[in-house]
């Protein structure tokens, strides 16, 4: 699972998980306040439409052995190799648009003052930063704001070809939604993206599924992680992603840089660990898959780590096929240490958590914490990149052996670093509401991050004999899991218990500085990022308004919740943080309780009464005041580049870290080096 972070609204509980990684996602909100750390480094890069490019640096790089650094760049070199994988994965026609925009945009030699070229160039840069034509977040496919006769100028100008449904698509109504998850709808049919065929159905795919059976029932197969499904002469057939089967050309080339980390691992472990991975590439074997994270979550040591493979599914509606992503972490030694008290105390916290007794577990095994520095990201994880992970995301896995849990500490300190805006003073309701934020939001969120990860996602237990979350719960597996994860931050962030474990040096006030953040972006201001009429469709958008509008529904009675009308402008002021602690309490108990027994009918209740609908004149209040900031409600990042020294046979003696010229630059040098896909699959 993997947390992601939006930037510029009030703090909320992080998320898309990879736990991406919300890649998030993650993807929760981080504090902008009128306190900023100063620094010489400047971490904005640029900003356009609804995004701003941030750029962030490798604390303790020169402090790493040459050994080390090779480690990290032929695991970076890994990633980028199958980048364009995530493009394909996202939508069929992805890298057919690219690569003729691309073409467009670096051999135009006509006016480029004109607002049309302006909105050409303003497209590409979203198309870029979402990995595709669909937005990254919302999932809408992105409309762009010149006209269909504009682009077939340029496209003869340059000599460029585009045509067919890859052109048409950009101007018309099909495709519209990456990711559907409607309610009573085939959710297969209206994704776009290309995890199946053309006309294979949501049923086509459940009845295919329903038909796999793993060898040993307790540890579970992750059946469709890595493979597409497409029909045939009107059969269901699986097309594997591996050497030699679908995306072949690409895993050939990710396979050599594993190859060569492998053979500067920093420990055994850890090089039997990608010794697995190299097989799991090169065969499509879900078991040694399987094998791998087992392998790789045993592998603690060392001051080197990564994800890399088929990980995250949020991007397909039915919950099986993973998206390809990578990110290259470097151990923060300080923060690390001063985190892994949570690790050690984690089953303090599920004992006594407010979950019922057979839905907790007696052993919580291998939670490993460790605070890192991103050295490199990829797919899925960028530009948009989670801020915490938590993987494997196997359930058997994480009950027998662990899981992992990192958080992504420069990509936080360079969100935290990157500017300031007014909308903490827009939308909270008091003065101390915002003194609040401002001295302790930052502790909180990280905090928050540190126990969805760690006590969240290894938290509770299945019933004997229930199915995967994915199979009971179906389209609303994934906001499920990141409420509940949230959930469990919640419910400790307010515990005397953090300040006994030396994490905080006043409890009270940052659990009430998380709880006011959280109901503040949960009820209005994560509402700037959609559009009026709009329903909430993305996972984590829907887990962080089920979870506050349950919570603000269950205790209107006693008024624990306010909602306050001044000036014509709303708010909501929690007037008792002891009952909400309650409420929160009660809500984690019943999500629980929904995946341990793989209750659908629930879980389709409480997503749909309080996650899915808007309020809409809220919606249009939100927009009204928000309209007056300028700051983008979205960032992510180009990636440090890194630049190796060579002697006279070809030895690496040196590696640079070099900051990219600019966000294009990047993009384009990208695809340049690692263009390993056929336009068309």
């Given at each position: 699972?993997?947390?992601?972070?939006?930037?510029?609204?009030?703090?909320?509980a992080?998320?898309?998980?990879?736990?991406?990684?919300d890649?998030?996602?993650?993807?929760?909100?981080?504090?902008?306040?009128?306190?900023?750390v100063e620094?010489?480094?400047?971490?904005?890069?640029?900003?356009?439409?609804?995004?701003k490019?941030?750029?962030y640096?490798?604390?303790?790089w020169e402090?790493?052995?040459l050994?080390?650094?090779?480690?990290?760049?032929?695991?970076?070199?890994?990633?980028l190799?199958?980048?364009?994988?995530t493009?394909?994965?996202n939508?069929?026609?992805?890298l057919?648009?690219?690569?003729?925009?691309e073409n467009v945009?670096?051999t135009?030699?006509?006016?480029?003052?004109?607002?049309?070229?302006?909105?050409?160039?303003?497209?590409?840069k979203?198309?870029?930063?979402?990995?595709?034509?669909?937005?990254?977040?919302?999932n809408d496919k992105?409309?762009?704001?010149f006209?269909?006769?504009?682009?077939?100028?340029?496209?003869?100008?340059?000599?460029t070809?585009?045509?067919?449904?890859?052109l048409?698509?950009?101007f018309?109504?099909?495709?519209?939604?990456k990711?559907?998850?409607a309610?009573?709808?085939?959710n297969?049919?209206?994704s776009?993206?290309?995890?199946y065929?053309?006309n294979?159905?949501?049923?086509?795919?459940?009845?295919?599924?329903?038909?796999?059976k793993?060898?040993d029932p307790?540890?579970p197969?992750?059946f469709g992680l890595?493979s597409?499904?497409v029909?045939e002469?009107?059969?269901?057939?699986?097309?594997?992603?591996?050497?030699?089967?679908l995306?072949?050309?690409?895993?050939d080339?990710?396979?050599?840089w594993?190859?060569?980390?492998q053979?500067v691992a920093?420990n055994?472990?850890?090089?039997d660990?990608?010794?697995?991975?190299?097989?799991?590439y090169?065969?499509?074997?879900l078991?040694t898959?399987?094998?791998?994270?087992?392998a790789?979550?045993a592998?603690?040591e060392?001051?080197?780590?990564?994800?890399n493979s088929?990980?995250?599914?949020y991007?397909?509606?039915?919950?099986y096929?993973?998206?390809y992503?990578t990110?290259?972490?470097?151990?923060?030694?300080?923060?690390?240490e001063?985190?892994?008290?949570?690790s050690?105390?984690?089953q303090?916290?599920?004992d006594?958590?407010?979950l019922?007794?057979?839905?907790?577990?007696?052993?919580?095994v291998?939670?490993?914490?460790?605070?890192v520095?991103?050295a490199?990201?990829?797919?899925?994880?960028?530009?948009?990149?989670?801020i915490?992970?938590n993987?494997p995301n196997?359930?058997?896995i994480r009950?027998?052996?662990g899981?992992?849990s990192?958080s992504?500490g420069?990509?936080?300190?360079a969100?935290?670093?990157?500017?300031?805006?007014?909308r903490l003073?827009?939308f909270a309701?008091d003065?101390?509401e915002?003194?609040l934020?401002?001295?302790?939001?930052?502790v909180a969120?990280?905090l928050?991050?540190?126990?969805?990860?760690?006590?969240g996602?290894?938290s509770?237990?299945?019933?004997?004999d229930?199915?995967?979350?994915?199979?009971?719960?179906?389209?609303?597996?994934?906001?499920?899991?990141?409420?509940r994860?949230d959930l469990?931050?919640?419910?400790?962030?307010?515990?005397?218990?953090?300040?006994?474990?030396?994490?905080?040096?006043?409890?009270?006030?940052?659990?009430?500085?998380?709880y006011d953040?959280?109901?503040?972006?949960g009820?209005?201001?994560?509402?700037?990022?959609l559009?009026?009429?709009?329903?909430?469709?993305e996972?984590?958008?829907?887990?962080?308004?089920?979870?506050?509008a349950?919570?603000?529904?269950?205790?209107?009675e006693?008024?624990?919740?306010?909602?306050v009308?001044?000036d014509?402008?709303?708010?909501?002021?929690?007037?008792?943080?002891?009952?909400?602690?309650?409420?929160?309490?009660?809500?984690l108990?019943e999500t629980?309780?929904?995946k341990?027994?793989?209750d659908?009918?629930?879980?389709?209740?409480?997503?749909?009464?309080?996650?899915?609908?808007?309020d809409?004149?809220?919606?249009?209040?939100?927009l009204k005041?928000?309209?007056q900031?300028?700051s983008?409600?979205y960032?992510?990042?180009?990636?440090?580049?890194l630049?190796?020294?060579m002697?006279?046979n070809?030895e690496i003696?040196?590696?640079?870290?070099v900051?990219?010229?600019s966000?294009?630059?990047?993009?384009?040098?990208?695809?340049e080096?690692?263009?390993?896909l056929?336009?068309?699959?």
């Open positions: 699972m993997k947390l992601k972070l939006i930037v510029g609204l009030a703090l909320v992080p998320f898309f998980y990879s736990c991406n990684n890649k998030s996602e993650p993807k929760a909100e981080i504090v902008e306040t009128e306190t900023k620094t010489e480094f400047d971490f904005n890069v640029e900003q356009f439409a609804d995004i490019i941030l750029r640096q490798i604390p303790g402090n790493l052995t050994k080390e650094q090779k480690l990290v760049y032929y695991l970076g070199q890994a990633g190799a199958g980048r364009d994988i493009w394909d994965q939508y069929r026609h992805n057919t648009i690219r690569n003729a925009f945009y670096t135009y030699t006509g006016d480029k003052s004109s607002a049309d070229w302006e909105a050409f160039e303003t497209y590409l979203r198309v870029w930063f979402s990995n595709g034509i669909h937005h990254h977040y919302s992105m409309k762009p704001e006209s269909k006769d504009y682009l077939v100028g340029l496209l003869k100008q340059t000599n070809t585009l045509e067919g449904e890859a048409e698509v950009l018309n109504d099909k495709d519209s939604k990711v559907n998850q309610k009573d709808v085939d297969v049919l209206l776009a993206v290309n995890f065929g053309p294979v159905t949501m049923a086509e795919v459940e009845a295919f599924y329903k038909t796999k793993s060898p307790e540890k197969l992750s890595n597409k499904l029909k002469n009107g059969k269901i057939v699986e097309q594997v992603y591996k050497s030699g089967g995306y072949g050309s690409a895993i080339n990710i396979i050599p594993l190859e060569k980390a053979g920093e055994k472990a850890q090089g660990a990608i010794a697995l991975l190299i097989k799991y090169q065969t499509g074997d078991q898959w399987d094998d791998y994270n087992v790789w979550t592998a603690t060392g001051n080197i780590d990564y994800i088929f990980i995250e599914v991007n397909d509606p039915l919950g096929t993973g998206s992503e990110i290259v972490q470097i151990k923060d030694f300080d923060m690390s001063k985190m892994s008290v949570l050690e105390n984690a303090w916290f599920e006594n958590s407010p019922m007794e057979d839905h907790k577990k007696k052993n919580v291998g939670v490993s914490y460790k605070v520095n991103v490199a990201e990829a797919g899925d994880a960028s530009p948009s990149t989670p915490g992970v993987l196997a359930n058997w009950a027998a052996v899981s992992k990192v992504l420069n990509i936080i300190h969100y935290n670093n990157a500017g300031s805006t007014g003073k827009e309701n003065a101390e915002i003194e934020e401002e001295k302790y939001g930052q969120d990280k928050h991050t540190a126990l969805h990860e760690v006590i996602h290894a509770g237990q299945l019933n004997p229930v199915g995967e979350t994915k199979e009971t719960l179906k389209t609303y597996a994934s906001t499920l899991e990141e409420g994860a469990v931050g919640l419910y400790y962030l307010y515990n005397p218990k953090l300040q006994e474990l030396g994490l905080v040096d006043d409890w009270k006030s940052v659990g009430k500085a998380a953040g959280y109901i503040r972006n009820l209005m201001t994560q509402l700037i990022r559009n009026i009429g709009d329903e909430v469709e996972a984590h958008m829907r887990n962080r308004q089920w979870v506050s349950w919570v603000f529904e269950k205790g209107q006693a008024n624990v919740i306010e909602k009308t001044r014509g402008k709303t708010y909501f002021n929690i007037t008792d943080y002891d009952k909400l602690h309650d409420l929160f309490g009660q809500l108990r629980q309780r929904i341990s027994e793989g659908f009918a629930a879980v389709q209740a409480l997503v749909e009464t309080y996650g899915v609908k808007v809409q004149e809220i919606h249009a209040e939100v005041r928000n309209a900031f300028k983008a409600p960032s992510g990042f180009v990636n440090p580049m630049v190796p020294e002697d006279d070809g003696t040196k590696i640079n870290v900051q990219p010229e966000f294009p630059k990047q993009m384009l040098d990208y695809s080096k690692y263009n390993f056929p336009e068309v699959n």
